[in-house]
């Protein structure tokens, strides 16, 4: 079993940035692909961005391309999401996610799922 724990979520200026961490335990790490997922309120569950395990892949919703960065530190087993240029859409619940292949992580279908952190932009 893998344990994922989102934090850096809070309330931002639109137009600001925020960096989010996840922070993996209880299996290896670094065998794991990993994404981003938010969810505002009355919509559904939206894949943002994933990374392989070896960094080597990413992926990127349209929405986020240009302003979102993810990245991980294998040795520190956590996962990030660098966001910048946030806009009032951007305002959600984000969920950090693991599998054992990056497609499932992908279409929404992860083995693992974190608890979320709060993300709020005001204009």
């Known amino acids: 079993q893998v344990q994922l724990v989102e934090s850096g979520g809070g309330l931002v200026q639109a137009g600001g940035s925020l960096r989010l961490s996840c922070a993996a335990s209880?299996?290896?790490?670094?065998?794991?692909?990993m994404g981003w997922f938010h969810q505002a309120p009355g919509k559904e569950r939206e894949i943002v961005a994933a990374i392989s395990w070896s960094s080597g892949s990413t992926y990127y919703a349209d929405s986020v391309k240009g302003r979102f960065t993810i990245s991980r530190d294998n040795a520190k087993n956590t996962v990030y999401l660098q966001m910048n240029s946030l806009k009032p859409e951007d305002t959600a619940l984000y969920y950090c996610a693991a599998s054992s292949t990056l497609h499932t992580v992908v279409v929404g279908r992860p083995d693992y799922w974190g608890q979320g952190t709060q993300v709020t932009v005001s204009s």
């Open positions: 209880g299996r290896t790490f670094s065998s794991y692909h």
